[in-house]
């Protein structure tokens, strides 16, 4: 059993920064994509970033510039760097690790962005 396990939510001020990051229970990291996903309250879960197994990276338009997503296989781990947040940012934030058609989620952690 594979388990994703988030940390690094919370409240946060517009313009803040705030870093999120995901352990991936088992030495399969390496050769999986992983990516950052959100969903907002009454909306679809939408995809924010993602990063492959070789480090090429794809960013949804409305983070481009701010968040950054990064990953360390040797610590079975990945990270989004979330930079000026805006309040549209507010969302729970799932992690996923997806090889072909098996995929992992983790549980999520809120961001609320707000003054």
């Known amino acids: 059993q594979v388990q994703l396990v988030e940390s690094g939510g919370g409240l946060v001020q517009p313009g803040g920064s705030l870093r999120l990051s995901c352990a991936v229970s088992r030495n399969i990291f390496s050769i999986y994509t992983v990516g950052w996903y959100r969903q907002a309250p009454g909306k679809q879960r939408e995809l924010v970033a993602t990063?492959?197994?070789?480090?090429?990276?794809n960013y949804a338009t409305s983070v481009k510039g701010r968040f950054t997503i990064s990953r360390d296989n040797a610590k079975n781990t990945m990270y989004l760097q979330m930079n000026n947040l805006e309040p549209e940012d507010t969302a729970v934030y799932y992690c996923?690790?997806?090889?072909?058609?098996?995929?992992?989620w983790g549980q999520g952690t809120q961001v609320t962005v707000s003054s």
């Open positions: 990063i492959a197994s070789g480090g090429s990276t």
């Open positions: 996923k690790a997806a090889l072909a058609s098996i995929q992992y």
